[in-house]
């Protein structure tokens, strides 16, 4: 399962940027199957992760906790069996079980402290309660990020929308304004233009 989720990071970290897929507007999307629209928005989403470094520092502190002192005894999941493998494998779990096999017959309870052990009483957090820790950490702190890039872009929008709804009323006002002008002004011209026909058409017309 580990090894699932970090070759899923790495590959975030790794995947490409295509940027000549830009997101579909509605317009687009409606002249395109749903097939087609689907993998263009695969594309224009793919690298919104890479070289991220959130997720790399999330990689780097579950790859330490394989080394780090564990429960009461102070031994390392290393030290029992359990090690990440080499930089070309992306840290991928590794498991000696002769060494694992030696150390649960030897003293199963201190192998079984080392990866569920609490972080409390002195004792140095077992493998497992390290792992997510560091995973719930990374959550929190990516969503208390999202809260705030998405405050920010709320706060943002809104400063826009103010300014464009003060453009529209100054515009407004201003139109109304050359609005009444130009009816003043057609109500001036119909005036003069009666006036006129009246005259061309002589006194014996108008009687």
Known sequence: MRNTLIKDLQAKLDEPIH??????????REK???TQANKWEEKAKSGLLRNDNGIRN?????????????GSSGKTASALGLTTGAYASNGQIVL????LRTALSANPEEVINAFISEDKDGNAPGLITRLSN???QYVSTA?????????????????????????????????WRKFT????????????????????LGPNTRA
Request: no cysteine.
């Open 19 to 28: 940027k000549s897929y830009e997101p579909l507007t509605e317009s687009e």
């Open 32 to 34: 395109l199957s749903e």
């Open 58 to 70: 999330l990689l780097t502190q579950m790859r330490g906790a394989f080394f780090a002192s564990t």
């Open 96 to 99: 000696d079980k002769d060494k």
């Open 134 to 136: 560091t995973l719930n």
């Open 143 to 175: 969503t208390n990020s999202t809260l705030v890039n998405n405050s920010k872009a709320l706060e943002e929008a809104n400063t826009r929308l103010t300014k464009l709804e003060d453009w529209l009323a100054k515009n407004e006002e201003q139109y």
């Open 181 to 200: 002008a130009m009816e003043k002004a057609l109500s001036s011209l119909n005036s003069q233009s009666a006036w006129l026909s009246s005259l061309m």
